[in-house]
């Protein structure tokens, strides 16, 4: 069963696994998963709450399955992002919320969510098998998947759904032109990014994120090459250390001297367009990002765009990391039902279907790790590859803490102020000075 | 009420009048009940609550302590506020007097007897009838520095690629320039209201005294339609201050916080920081400030109605 719900979770498939289980148990063996009973909880209705994104939109595309495999009927809703995380904070500070699972992206929403006591205990239910398919065990998930879904006393909140790994896009022929290789080091990725600038062919080295707050895990990622982060296990704020300055520097001299003009006002998407017009030689984001880079409708660059894990800093390569879950809300009167649902989200065959439509890198190793999966992956084999790699080199790009936006802000606005030339060690003083006294009523309260 | 009754019916001697004349006062409540209850539920309540809510320290999620004006003194020593405060200013001032030019010139325009003024003043008007949204997202992508139309166009003439909204310093020309694009056609249409209303005879006696055209829009058309240009300015003024779509949608503030404006800080603090206390500060201290303005632009107005100009002159 575990097999058949892996591959096509569908109600005919389903029944007949029950009924080869069902033959087993009659040659008397009788396996442990035998007993999850996945119509237990058929009538019941479940509301889920959407983040929009590809993740979204497939959850959406193939929940009838899930209806058809549990009996439970879903209603769900992507929101954008940003009205989203506003929803379901006003939604959940009132305690009845309208939606019985959430979906978060850890990196701004977990300490939040953790402090504020919103999600389900999942860790009974993982448990529990007659709730829980045996191939869902901690040990499957990537080591940064289940620091994002434990709270600080070891309690499963929430199930990791997919990781947002930090790479290097680079132009393969804008690079060959140059005679340049992919770099290995922060120095040689410095010296490539300035090598392939030329203002005057309108062609830039090296682009990544200006805007304000959009720009933070861009430094916070430098930032993990020496070894350290922006805010200690303490709390203590490290955003003023020498370190930081130093990824600071590094940030300004790139985003200055090789980044295409206007930077300053570049999110994701203005980095993504003019990576996909071939005039930039690198962009550094989030590896899902991807697909429109391979797609010929919206790319001048597929097929000659590389993947690459992150250089090495001047103490440590790191790969910088970002995610999403998916769980069930406290006040939730559904919640196995709606655990149901977050067990079916995280499922090997979901798992497969975002890495293979490349809307997602799932956190569960039995899915990157398969080579029948990865055979399906429409993404270059490279971007694959830089998956992989980044794996065991991760680290979260953000501090926990609840105030992640407002520390996005201040920072960010440092960071903004370091393309006017504003110097490093003063913005990042100022800027950690600010944001301190925010930190510590946060703490406090 | 009643003591004002019962007063005047001991000082006259029985005439039953009065008490009648009470009752009908209080029925007249009945009719304005459901006024008041609406007006109350729907503008003072919110007002109050805000009010009430600046005096805490809420963060939603969090629990809520009374601290009094602390919220107040916070803003008095916070720069980004007093930023917010100055991108505000500046940018209601150049998006009011950009539309009221450009404006008063288009109606000026197509206050003459131009071959097909019809059609040409509906294409005029029709940027106002679009969404901010829609607008904002066509303007981002024609202000983009390198795939951008605007640039190609300036390539075109010799001049170099600019940033745009791209960077701090014309970060905010470049909005007000959307802004002026949007909502000069109704300035143009106040103003086309304005020249239709005015007299023949004051332009006759001008002709006569052998006035330049500069002359008779300087002294006769524009102390004429001053009025209905302190209308536009005032509606533009509110207008722009409570401006938020579009730069939300072009530069959610940015470049770092070069076109933050106090509506964008607020949203900000309120729905991204969830500082619901410290949101409905600022909340109240824009409303003053708007209310503030606003009563300044009625004063004038009331100052220059036309058919005052006479007695003045």
Redo the contacts between chains.
């Keep these: 069963m575990t097999a058949l719900f892996d591959s096509y979770p569908t109600r005919r498939r389903f029944l007949a696994g029950t009924a080869a289980l069902g033959g087993l148990g009659l040659a008397g063996v009788r396996p442990a998963f035998a007993e999850v009973d996945w119509r237990k909880f058929a009538g019941t209705k479940i509301e889920v709450n959407l983040i929009k994104s590809p993740r979204g939109d497939t959850l959406q595309q193939y929940e009838k399955e899930f209806e058809a495999l549990t009996g439970i009927n879903v209603s769900s809703e992507q929101v954008p992002e ?1 009205q989203q ?2 929803k379901t ?2 939604e ?2 009132s305690g009845k919320p309208s939606f019985d699972v959430v979906h978060l992206s850890y990196h701004v929403q977990k300490r ?1 969510f953790e ?2 006591k919103w999600l389900a205990d999942l860790s009974g239910y993982m448990k529990d098998p007659a709730l829980t398919d045996p191939s869902l065990v901690e040990s499957d998930f990537a080591e940064a998947g289940l620091i994002f879904a434990k709270d600080p006393d070891g309690v499963i909140r929430s199930m990791p759904l997919s990781v947002d790994y930090w790479i290097i896009y680079w132009n393969k022929e804008l690079f060959a032109k140059k005679g340049l290789g992919y770099p290995e080091t922060y120095d040689q990725l410095v010296a490539a990014a300035e090598a392939l600038t030329d203002p005057k062919t ?1 062609t830039y080295g090296f682009v990544a994120r ?4 959009a720009n933070v895990p861009v430094w916070s990622s430098l930032l993990l090459g020496y070894d350290t982060t922006t805010v200690g296990p303490d709390s203590k704020l490290l955003t003023d250390s020498p370190e930081a300055i130093q990824a600071a520097a590094l940030y300004q001299r790139l985003m200055s001297k090789s980044a ?7 999110n994701w998407a ?1 980095c993504q ?2 990576f996909l ?1 071939g ?1 930039v030689g690198m962009w550094f984001d989030g590896v899902g990002f991807a697909p429109p880079l391979e797609d010929p409708d919206k790319s001048r660059v597929v097929g000659k765009v590389g993947y690459g894990l992150m250089p090495e800093g001047p103490k440590v390569r790191a790969a910088a990391t970002t995610g999403d879950g998916i769980g069930v809300t406290a006040g939730s009167p559904n919640k196995e039902a709606a655990y149901l649902y977050c067990q079916w989200a995280v499922s090997k065959a979901m798992g497969t279907r975002l890495l293979q439509a490349g809307a997602g890198v799932p956190f569960r190793n039995s899915v990157l790790n398969d080579p029948e999966v990865r055979k399906g992956v429409k993404m270059p084999a490279s971007w694959v590859d830089a998956v992989a790699a980044s794996a065991p080199v991760s680290r979260l790009a953000l501090p926990v803490i609840v ?1 992640v ?2 520390f996005r ?1 201040v920072m ?2 440092a960071l ?2 370091l ?2 030339g504003g110097d490093p060690a003063t913005e990042l003083h100022r800027a950690t000075e600010e944001f301190r006294p925010i930190l510590a009523r946060s703490e406090a ?1 | 009420m009643s003591d004002y009754g019962t007063t005047l019916a001991g000082a006259s001697a029985a005439p039953p009048a009065v008490p009648a004349e009470v009752a009908r006062r209080r029925s007249y409540w009945i009719f304005i009940l459901p006024a008041v209850v609406t007006v109350g539920a729907v503008i003072l309540f919110p007002w109050v609550f805000t009010l009430w809510m600046s005096l805490n320290e809420w963060k939603l999620g969090e629990s809520r302590h009374f601290i009094g004006f602390a919220n107040y003194l916070r803003l008095a020593v916070d720069g980004r506020f007093r930023d917010a405060l100055w991108h505000t200013l500046v940018y209601t001032a150049l998006s009011v007097l950009a539309p009221l030019v450009l404006g008063t010139l288009a109606a000026l325009i197509f206050n003459e007897r131009l071959p097909l003024r019809g059609l040409l003043r509906g294409i005029f008007v029709m940027p106002m009838m679009a969404t901010p949204v829609a607008v904002a997202l066509v303007w981002t992508m024609m202000f983009n520095p390198q795939l951008g139309v605007l640039n190609y166009l300036l390539s075109l003439v010799g001049i170099g690629p600019q940033a745009w909204v791209f960077h701090p310093a014309s970060v905010i020309p470049s909005l007000v320039m959307v802004e002026t694009w949007q909502w000069t056609p109704l300035v143009m249409l106040i103003v086309l209201g304005g020249l239709a209303t005015l007299p023949a005879e004051p332009y006759e006696s001008a002709d006569i005294d052998g006035a330049t055209g500069w002359q008779k829009f300087r002294y006769i058309t524009l102390p004429m339609i001053a009025p209905f240009l302190l209308l536009a300015g005032m509606i533009r003024t509110v207008d722009a201050l409570k401006s938020f779509d579009i730069i939300y949608a072009i530069t959610q503030g940015g470049p770092g916080t070069a076109s933050e404006t106090i509506n964008l800080y607020l949203y900000s603090v309120a729905f991204a920081y969830y500082d619901v206390g410290y949101g409905s500060a600022i909340a109240v201290v824009f409303f003053v400030l708007i209310v503030a303005l606003s009563l300044v632009l009625l004063h004038l107005r009331q100052r220059s109605k036309w058919n005052e100009i006479g007695d003045a002159g």
């Design positions: 940003q995380r506003q904070v006003i959940l500070t939040q402090k504020g309108n200006g805007q304000k707050n295409p003009p206007g930077v300053a006002g570049f203005e367009s003019a017009q005039r105030p936006t407002e802000d960010g606005v903004t102020n393309l006017s309260s």
